[in-house]
């Protein structure tokens, strides 16, 4: 199994930049794809950003490319979301997810159900 623990969440202004962490424990050598979530109130869950394991490939949501980057520390076992230029439509709980059963194509990685693990989710608030 693999515990994730998601952190960074909180109220930033539009404009401004978060990061978002998301520790991994557990059986984390059996990964195949890395992701990030968001769901807002009300709304389905939304892909966001994912990558390999390897790192080597990584695909955005079309909502957030050109502001935001997934990222790994494979020596912390961590993987992150540098989000910039934050606008209030992106305001939601995000999640980071993982998923170990076996290998994916490229264009299921933004589905919810290729993934076998999340996090608690954190929340993030856009607003002046």
């Known amino acids: 199994h693999v515990q994730l623990q998601a952190s960074g969440g909180g109220l930033v202004q539009p404009g401004c930049s978060l990061r978002l962490s998301c520790a991994a424990s557990g059986r984390t050598a059996s990964g195949y794809v890395m992701g990030w979530f968001r769901q807002a109130p009300g709304k389905e869950r939304e892909f966001v950003a994912a990558?390999?394991?390897?790192?080597?490939?990584?695909g955005l949501g079309d909502s957030v490319k050109g502001r935001f980057s997934i990222s790994r520390d494979r020596d912390r076992n961590m993987m992150s979301l540098q989000m910039n230029s934050l606008k209030p439509e992106d305001t939601a709980v995000y999640f980071c997810?993982?998923?170990?059963?076996?290998?994916?194509?490229?264009?299921?990685?933004?589905?919810?159900?290729?993934?076998?693990?999340w996090g608690q989710g954190t929340e993030v608030t856009v607003s002046s």
């Open positions: 990558m390999s394991w390897s790192g080597g490939s990584t």
């Open positions: 997810a993982v998923r170990s059963t076996g290998r994916v194509v490229f264009s299921a990685w933004s589905s919810v159900g290729s993934y076998d693990y």
